[in-house]
């Protein structure tokens, strides 16, 4: 199984801060990569698929990067409401997550 | 718009069985693979299993392999999860996604939650 391992596990920032998210996967993935965010109580919610191809309607700060086995999630300037926790998922061989980032008020 | 509803959450004994169904409106749920996808209260996101649009193909994760059997009715748009022989660790929210074609989930339902306990 493909193993995706998120850093950090959580972060303070400030609005207006840019921030990135980095997934390491075990093996290389293609680009078969999706990044979603989750808000508390909430269901998560797709941002970017492929790697870096922006979800219809996702602000485009949000932008991902990446090849091989190394891959970004980059805000560029974050704003109150993108105080959430931010999951990559592989889809190269069936599907596995990252454990997660949490990203925090300073 | 596309919705997903899940329902079939409870309180349910070590050992026990519970079956979770999952109303999909508002896209041609037939054209669509879907998947199930837990999170343990206060942990990440654990993919469960996934079935093909017609149901022919199916995966499982291996933590649930043997005792959760997915399954659909495409003429009553409707996904379900048989889950049999609950564990405690099978503790969870349970979401069901729309599967972009084996790839990315969009969107999520609410998810319901399945608490194993005695």
């Known amino acids: 199984d493909i193993q995706m391992t998120q850093s950090p596990s959580s972060l303070s920032a400030s609005v207006g801060d840019r921030v990135t998210i980095t997934c390491r996967a075990s093996?290389?993935?293609?680009?078969?990569l999706a990044w979603y965010q989750q808000k508390p109580g909430k269901a998560p919610k797709l941002l970017l698929y492929?790697?870096?191809r922006l979800e219809s309607g996702v602000p485009s700060r949000f932008s991902g990067s990446g090849s091989g086995t190394d891959y970004t999630l980059t805000i560029s300037s974050l704003q109150p409401e993108d105080f959430a926790t931010y999951y990559c998922q592989q889809y190269y061989s069936t599907r596995t997550f990252g454990q997660g980032t949490k990203v925090e008020i300073k | 718009q596309v919705q997903l509803v899940e329902s079939g959450g409870g309180l349910v004994k070590p050992g026990g069985s519970l079956r979770l169904s999952c109303a999909a409106s508002g896209f041609t749920f037939s054209d669509y693979y879907m998947s199930w996808i837990r999170q343990a209260p206060g942990k990440g996101l654990e993919w469960v299993s996934y079935i093909s649009s017609s149901g022919s193909t199916i995966y499982y994760a291996d933590s649930v392999k043997g005792r959760f059997t997915i399954s659909r009715d495409n003429a009553k748009n409707s996904l379900y999860l048989q889950m049999n022989s609950l564990r405690a660790e099978d503790t969870a929210v349970y979401y069901c996604?729309?599967?972009?074609?084996?790839?990315?989930?969009?969107?999520w339902g609410q998810g319901t939650l399945v608490t194993v306990s005695s």
């Open positions: 996604a729309r599967d972009e074609g084996g790839d990315w989930f969009d969107p």
């Open positions: 093996q290389g993935i293609s680009n078969s």
């Open positions: 492929a790697a870096s």
